[in-house]
C-alpha cells in the first residue's frame, strides 16, 4: 500500500515516489541522500522508508513545512491531544480577510474563523507536533470539495491555489458555494487516515532557506552526502510562492498573491536560470562525498534534452569538477489536475531525468 504520508499536501510540479524509489535502489542503505530543492519531501521521506539518511531544503515554507511534517513528525496521540487544546481554546478573531470577496465565497464563515484561529494557535516552525498538523490543513485547505469531505474551500484544484478574481469568477459562473466544515473534525479525520501508515523508523532533517546557502544550512554534514536525488525549479513554468499562495497565507504570509516577477521563484531566461543552477550546486557541493551521484529531474519551455544535459553538465562541472552523464530519460506529462479547472491551461509536456557521477 503506498504510504499515506506521501499525499498530505500534493501540489503542482511534483515528482511521484516512484521516480526516488527507483534511484533510491541503486544506492546502498545508510548513505545520506540530499534533496536541496526538497518540495513536498518526497525525496526525503523515501529515502527514510528505504534505510537511507535523508537531508532536505527548501527556500518555500509550504514545503518545508510539509517536508519536514514527514521527516520528523510526532505520535499520533500527540497530534489528537493538540488538535483537541487548539479546539478547546478556540475564539474568534477579527481579521480584515472576512471582509475580502475571495475568502467570503472560498469558505464558509464558521470554517474561516476556525482556519484564522488555527493559523494564529500553530507554531510550525518551532514545534513538530504543531508543524504536522499545519502540513494536514494545508493539504485540506483548498481542493474538490465536491468529491471529498475533507477539504475546507470551494471548489478548487488541490495542487494550486487559483488567482483570487479568476476564483471568484468561476465559481459565480458556475453557482458553487462553499460547504460548511468542521476544521477540527477534518484535522482528527485526517490524522487517523494518514497514521494508518507507520512513520518511518529514521528521522530526517529539513532546513529552510537557499540552497545557494546549503553548505552553511547543514553544517553536520559536510562531506557525507553521497547522492542527490532532485528536481529543480523549472526554467519559465512556475512561481511556486505565487502558485501556492493560499497556503503560505495559512502558514502566515500575505492575504493576496505575490507578483510572478517577485524574488526568483521563477526564472524567466535561459541565461538566469543557469546561473542560479550553477549557484546552488557551489553552495551544496561542501556537503558533498568524492563519489556523489547526482540524480536531476529538469524541464522548461523551450528545454530540449539536448540542452538540459548540457547546460547541467556545464553547471555541475563548474562546482563539482568533472562529472560523467550516466543516464539521460525523456519522460511525457500527463494532463493535470489544473486543467481541469482551467482547461486552457499551458504547460511543459516534456520532462527529462538525468544522471551524473562525479569523476
Known amino acids: ?35 536541496p530543492f526538497s518540495g513536498r519531501g518526497t ?20 514545503a518545508v513545512c510539509v517536508s519536514r511534517a ?16 487548539v479546539e478547546e481554546s478556540f475564539d474568534v478573531l477579527t481579521d480584515p480577510v472576512q471582509e475580502d470577496p475571495f475568502f467570503q465565497a472560498c469558505f464558509d464563515a464558521m470554517t474561516l474563523r476556525q482556519i484564522l484561529w488555527l493559523r494564529s494557535s500553530l507554531k510550525w516552525r518551532e514545534d513538530k507536533v504543531d508543524c504536522f498538523i499545519a502540513a494536514m490543513a494545508a493539504g485540506c485547505l483548498h481542493g474538490e470539495s465536491h468529491r471529498s469531505a475533507r477539504v475546507f474551500s470551494n ?11 479568476y476564483s471568484v469568477r468561476w465559481w459565480s459562473e458556475r453557482g458553487c458555494t462553499p460547504p460548511k466544515r468542521d476544521v ?6 485526517e490524522a487517523e487516515f494518514r497514521y494508518a501508515s507507520l512513520p518511518a523508523a529514521l528521522v530526517g532533517v529539513v532546513k529552510e532557506g537557499d540552497a545557494r ?22 526554467l519559465d513554468v512556475t512561481h511556486f510562492r505565487e502558485d501556492q499562495w493560499l497556503r503560505v497565507w495559512l502558514l502566515g504570509g500575505a492575504s493576496k498573491p505575490c507578483s510572478a516577477k517577485e524574488g526568483d521563484d521563477r526564472h524567466w531566461d535561459a541565461v538566469s536560470y543557469w546561473k542560479f543552477l ?20 529538469i524541464g522548461g519551455n523551450r528545454l530540449t534534452a539536448e540542452s538540459a544535459e548540457e547546460g547541467l553538465d556545464r553547471t555541475l562541472s563548474s562546482a563539482f569538477g568533472r ?7 525523456t519522460s511525457e506529462i500527463q494532463r493535470g489536475q489544473l486543467r481541469a479547472f482551467r482547461p486552457n491551461a499551458a504547460g511543459i509536456r516534456r520532462e527529462f531525468d538525468l544522471v551524473f557521477q562525479i569523476g
Open 1 to 35: 500500500m503506498r504510504h499515506r504520508f506521501h499525499s498530505i499536501c500534493p501540489y503542482f510540479a511534483m515528482f511521484p515516489e516512484a521516480f526516488a524509489e527507483k534511484h533510491l535502489r541503486v544506492i546502498p542503505e545508510n548513505t545520506v541522500v540530499l534533496d
Open 70 to 85: 514527514k521527516a520528523n513528525p510526532p505520535t499520533i496521540s500527540e497530534i489528537r491531544d493538540r488538535i483537541r487544546a
Open 43 to 62: 525525496t526525503v521521506f523515501q529515502s527514510l522508508l528505504s534505510g537511507r539518511i535523508g537531508l532536505g531544503i527548501d527556500v518555500n515554507p509550504v
Open 323 to 329: 562529472v560523467v552523464c550516466k543516464e539521460v530519460v
Open 184 to 189: 477540527f473534525e477534518i484535522l482528527r479525520q
Open 213 to 234: 546557502d546549503g553548505a552553511d544550512l547543514l553544517p553536520d554534514w559536510r562531506g557525507q552526502v553521497g547522492a542527490i536525488i532532485t528536481s529543480p525549479p523549472y
Open 278 to 297: 550553477e549557484e546552488s550546486w557551489k553552495g551544496i557541493a561542501p556537503l558533498m562525498r568524492d563519489d556523489v551521484r547526482l540524480t536531476i529531474r
Open 155 to 165: 471548489r478548487m484544484p488541490r495542487t494550486i491555489s487559483t488567482k483570487p478574481a
